[in-house]
Nanobody, 118 residues
Framework: QVQLVESGGGLVQPGGSLRLSCAAS????????MRWYRQAPGKERDLVAS????????IYADSVKGRFTISRDNAKNTVVLQMNSLKPEDTAVYYC???????????WGQGTQVTVSS
């Protein structure tokens, strides 16, 4: 059974930090590109950050560059999004995504709420 379980969301003041984790199981984690998406109310789900399966090459949305860092541990089947200098516009539900483009498979987590407010 495939599972992506996010944790670490919550309420934080502007300028604060949060660390989101995604624990994966039920598939060969090391062969999947891992991504974090976010969706604010009334908006589309947007890509926040991506990390490749082996080389660990990362990509970030312009809006989070220099503030967010994505990392993965293939031994522990986890992917982490470290979020610093948070802004109110970072408020959204954050989703973990696993994609294997060769197998054309996409898995999603259930999402975790991040709220940045004073």
């Amino acid at each position: 059974q495939v599972q992506l379980v996010e944790s670490g969301g919550g309420l934080v003041q502007p300028g604060g930090s949060l660390r989101l984790s995604c624990a994966a199981s039920g598939f060969t984690f090391s062969t999947y590109v891992m991504r974090w998406y976010r969706q604010a109310p009334g908006k589309e789900r947007d890509l926040v950050a991506s990390i490749t399966s082996v080389s660990g090459t990362t990509i970030y949305a312009d809006s989070v560059k220099g503030r967010f860092t994505i990392s993965r541990d293939n031994a522990k089947n986890t992917v982490v999004l470290q979020m610093n200098s948070l802004k109110p516009e970072d408020t959204a539900v954050y989703y973990c995504n696993a994609r294997n483009s060769v197998l054309q498979i996409n898995y999603w987590g259930q999402g975790t709420q991040v709220t940045v407010s004073s």
